[in-house]
Nanobody, 126 residues
Framework: VQLVESGGGLVQAGGSLRLACAASGVTSGDYVIGWFRQAPGKEREGVSCISSSDGRKDYEASVKGRFTISSDNSKNTVYLQMNSLQPEDTAVYYC????????????????????WGQGTQVTVSS
């Protein structure tokens, strides 16, 4: 499985970015994609996840209502629409692939995921 993130960049506070995670080597409808982020000097944290089998989603509390995860199974691509960005959202964002799980997906356990992308930098200026 290979994952390639894109869409990062520099944006002012209150702005928006859309990240994309293109997956190859996966079977459509048979995996979960999670988004994680790691800010300098901080531990990696889970942001959101989506199941390609049933579309179930989950979000970390601080991004609920601001971030939206979606998928285009025909393209094996998952998107993370990030609105109302704040300086504290500054981090390297990674997508990761994991196996499907009954009940949806797991966004806050990195060990669940078996393949990771290279990351894309998101910088939010105040």
């Amino acid at each position: 499985v290979q994952l390639v993130e894109s869409g990062g960049g520099l944006v002012q506070a209150g702005g928006s970015l859309r990240l994309a995670c293109a997956a190859s080597g996966v079977t459509s409808g048979d995996y979960v994609i999670g988004w994680f982020r790691q800010a300098p000097g901080k531990e990696r944290e889970g942001v959101s996840c989506i199941s390609s089998s049933d579309g179930r989603k989950d979000y970390e509390a601080s991004v609920k209502g601001r971030f939206t995860i979606s998928s285009d199974n025909s393209k094996n691509t998952v998107y993370l629409q990030m609105n109302s960005l704040q300086p504290e959202d500054t981090a390297v964002y990674y997508c990761a692939a994991g196996p499907t799980v009954i009940g949806g997906c797991i966004y806050d356990r990195g060990s669940y995921y078996f393949s990771w992308g290279q990351g894309t930098q998101v910088t939010v200026s105040s």
